[in-house]
Every structure is written in C-alpha cells, then in structure tokens.
C-alpha cells in the first residue's frame, strides 16, 4: 500500500499490508467489544461522536492536506470534505435515537412494536475519491446504532485510513469498535465469510460491487452497494442558462471529475443546445489547472496515472467512432497526473461515452429533439444513482424528476449528498441507502416484538 502524490507522481510512503495474525487480532477486539459497544446508552456514543466532530473541526487543515497529499483533491474541496465529515458526526449524534425507537403497531396483541437492534460488526469497504467523507457516512450511522466497524480503505489512501482510525481513539471510542484493516481487496473478500462478520456496506466500481454481492450472498450477508454512477443532466428549452451552466460546470469538475454523483451526461434539448455547450466550453476552458495545495487552483490531478489512462483512451474511442471534441483536453504535459478539461459533443449510442461511466473531467453532450427525448436518453443508461433537471417551469420538473430512474433527482440544483436525506442508487448504481433515518435502518435487525 502507497502514497503516491498525483500532483508530482512522487512516492512519498510505503506501508506493509497485515497478515493473518493482525487480521484476526482485529476481528477478535471487534467481536469482544460488541456486547458492552450495544449496551452502551445513546447519549454517551451521541458525545463521542461530537468529541470526533470537535477533532475534525480542530485539524482540518491537518487532515485536509492528507487528502491532497494522497489523491490529489484541492485543498479547498478538502476542507469542505472534513467540514461536511463532522456534519455527519454531529447529525446523527443529535438523530440516532429519535430514529431508532420503538415503533408502536396496534394490533390483535398486548403490546406489539418495531424495535431496532444492532446487527454486530459490519465491515466497510471504501473507496479512494472522497476518502474521509464515504467512511464517516458509513461510520457515524453504523456505530450509532451499536455496531462495531473495520475498514477496508482503498490501497492508494493508506494515510487517510490510519488518520480515520486515530480520529476514533481521540474522540474516546472504546478500542475495538471502530477499527482500520491494511489489508487488500482480496484479503477482504474472504473476511466477508467470516462468522464475526454481520453485513457489508461497499462504496466503490461496479466491478468491486458484482464480488462482495457474490461473496455476501454465499454467505448470506446484508450489504449495502453504493457503485457507479453516469448522472444524467437534463437542460430543457425553457432552462435560465446561466445558473444551469454554473452548476453543471461545478458538478462535473468537482473533484476533477471523480465523483459517482457527478453530472457526466449532459443531455440537452436542441433549441438551447449550442448556447448552452458555448457558455460550458468557456468556463471549463477557464478553469485553474495546478497545484492541489495553493488556494487559486480550481482542477487538481487524477488521483492515479492508471485512472488518466483509462479515461484518455475512452475519449480516443469515442472520437473514433464518431463523437467531436467541443473542448480539446487531455492528458496534461508535465509531472503528476493531470487532465485538461474536455468536453465530447455529438455522442450517440454504441459510443463508449455513452455505455460507460468517465471518471474524470470529461463532459459528454447528448442532443434530445424533446423533454419527452430527454428522459428517454436518462434512462437510457445501466447506472441509476443521481439525476439534474434545469426548467423554469417547477412543477413540470418535479414530473419529469419523478419518471427518471435514480435514486435522487434534484430540480434546478446539483446532485450532492446531505445526512438529512437517503442516498444511493437502482440499477448498476447498487442498493440500499445511506444517510437519513433510512441509512440507519440499514444495518440493524428490523424486529418484531409481540406480547399478550
């Protein structure tokens, strides 16, 4: 496991993967520590998790730099990263209870209700992009409930991953309710079987998705799969431009593009098509591509040379097989693992742009004849995670927000996650929910109880 900087292609650090015997320490301490981690009262786990809230806010500018550090995200998005973190801590600290009591049912019985236990220890497997955010999403619901966490970080982020679990010791969590595993994807695949082992919540490609749903299901384990995603954003004839294209240059280039929730098609109706692909090109031509740590930057670097790779050679087959380069990207000259902002115009059916999901700032433009084209070309897609609509007209976006086929749609303003509603996709884009009292029903036992 490395830190490689992206900015530089420099490796900074070398950590050994553990072996069985560190492994089984963990699972051991995780198992040992569930009985006293549930019978623990909400309003202690509630304050230290605001004591893990206060050690973000008090170092976020420590924390912060080893994101940049390791995958390249700006400094400035790396903030807002650990800012949105403690929201988390502190949201469900203030909600975990209210959301997890006992639900009364009127029935035939006494006394009958809904009550929500804890499943045990739930392993998380977690991805590189937003690699503080996606683990404290899973965690702060998770060990709220009274579940014991390990995590399974991505191997490019091996210094967030230890960061995360010395923000656990600070705050007072007792040892070995939440813990980090250097170890590979491999390695975690075969934990899944284990019988300490209660459930499984995977951030991460499809791929990775298609093997732990496998592994779980041998194992008859809950998951929870949040995996790609090629967010349609839909521009109808009647959209006010310059917010439309405000917010869909900020969806697509936040975090240089590597985002499952980002904007990637742009499906536009033909009569705003060539105003609205004019007023993109120009801003994303504009954006400050450099280093990740200076403040003026707004693109940092892919966060691996092998991700740049892939990207430039589906822009090159795109292009081949039809699709023109309304801005001229690419691969940047120079160290690190830059990629200049490009957007594909004219892409069509059979296209890799338009199968496939480009992590990375690459735009892609689809023309739609209509509103009624439009939702058609959204749900034209294998992913469902998130979808935008720009139209003056409210209530006729709130229709067509309903008929496209993702887990969230979000009327004139860029998809994003928030711990007040559910998140997570249909289709390609996985199951279940995070966030929200929905994200919290997730890993506990859903429970029946019925007296006379």
Excluded at 30 to 55: D, I, K
Excluded at 94 to 107: K, P, R, V
Excluded at 129 to 147: H, K
Aim: proline share 5%.
């Amino acid at each position: 496991m490395e830190t490689i900087n992206p900015a530089t292609g420099e490796r900074l650090k070398t950590f050994d993967t553990w072996n069985d015997a560190q492994v089984e320490i963990a699972l051991t301490a995780a198992a040992a520590s569930n009985p006293g981690w549930q019978a623990t009262p909400f309003a202690e786990r509630a304050r230290l998790f605001r004591h893990a809230a206060a050690e973000l806010r008090n170092n976020t500018a420590h924390y912060a730099g080893i994101i940049t550090l390791e995958m390249g995200k700006i400094v400035r998005e790396a903030r807002a990263e650990i800012e949105k973190c403690a929201w988390g801590c502190e949201f469900y600290a203030e909600h975990a209870e209210s959301f997890l009591c006992d639900e009364i049912i009127q029935t035939d019985a006494g006394s009958s209700y809904v009550s929500y236990p804890p499943l045990g220890t739930v392993l998380a497997i977690m991805p590189w992009n937003f690699p503080f955010w996606q683990v404290f999403r899973f965690a702060a619901p998770s060990l709220m409930a009274g579940n014991t966490a390990l995590l399974k970080h991505a191997s490019n982020v091996p210094q967030c991953a230890l960061a995360i679990g010395e923000i656990f010791r600070k705050a007072g969590f007792p040892e070995g309710v939440f813990q980090t595993l250097m170890i590979t994807a491999a390695r975690a695949e075969k934990i899944i079987a284990d019988p300490r082992i209660h459930a499984v919540s995977l951030t991460g490609s499809e791929v990775a998705g298609r093997k732990v749903a496998a592994a779980a299901g041998a194992a008859l384990k809950k998951t929870v799969l949040e995996l790609g995603g090629s967010d349609a954003f839909v521009v109808l004839a009647d959209a006010d431009l310059e917010p439309a294209v405000n917010t869909a240059i900020a969806s697509r280039f936040l975090n240089c593009g590597q985002s499952c929730i980002a904007a990637k098609r742009f499906i536009l109706v033909e009569p705003i098509a060539e105003a609205f692909i004019e007023q993109f090109r120009h801003k994303a031509h504009a954006l400050r591509l450099g280093d990740p740590m200076k403040e003026e930057t707004r693109l940092g670097p892919m966060a691996r040379a092998d991700l740049r790779d892939q990207l430039h050679q589906q822009v090159t087959d795109s292009v081949a097989t039809g699709a023109s380069l309304a801005l001229h990207g690419g691969p940047a000259a120079g160290p690190g693992f830059f990629y200049e902002p490009t957007v594909l115009d004219h892409v069509r059916p059979g296209m890799r742009a338009w199968e496939e999901e480009l992590f990375g700032p690459v735009a892609v433009v689809i023309r739609a004849r209509d509103e009624e084209d439009a939702v058609r070309i959204a749900n034209d897609n294998r992913y469902g995670l998130g979808a935008t609509i720009f139209t003056r007209d409210v209530k006729k976006g709130e229709r067509l927000a309903r008929r496209i086929q993702s887990g969230s749609s979000f009327v004139n303003g860029m998809v994003k996650s928030d711990p007040r509603l559910p998140f997570g996709g249909i289709k390609a884009s996985g199951y279940g929910r995070e966030l929200s009292v929905h994200g919290i029903r997730e890993f506990v036992n859903i429970k029946t109880i019925w007296v006379k």
